[in-house]
């Protein structure tokens, strides 16, 4: 299995979803009362999800590197 390659793909998820994020706080600045509700809990929930994607990256990260040194 090769973990570094596995971490890119978490990495690669998260700026997705960091972009999603962005994108959401734009449209909090023309949104309604109730929109704006709306808004601030989905990027509630996008951020959560983000901050699992890069945990879940960083530890694959570290998981490839201590492989590599163990083979080493």
Not at 2 to 21: H, K, P, Q, S, T
Not at 32 to 48: A, G, M, N, V
């Amino acid at each position: 299995m090769n973990y570094l390659e596995w971490a890119e793909e978490y990495y690669e998820n998260a700026r997705r979803i960091f972009g999603v994020i962005e994108k959401r706080k734009a449209m909090l600045k023309n949104a309604s009362k109730d929109e704006r509700k709306q808004l601030q809990e989905d990027i509630l929930k996008y951020r959560s999800i983000y901050y699992d994607l890069m945990r879940t990256a960083e530890h694959l990260a570290q998981r490839a590197e201590k492989e590599s040194e163990d083979a080493a």
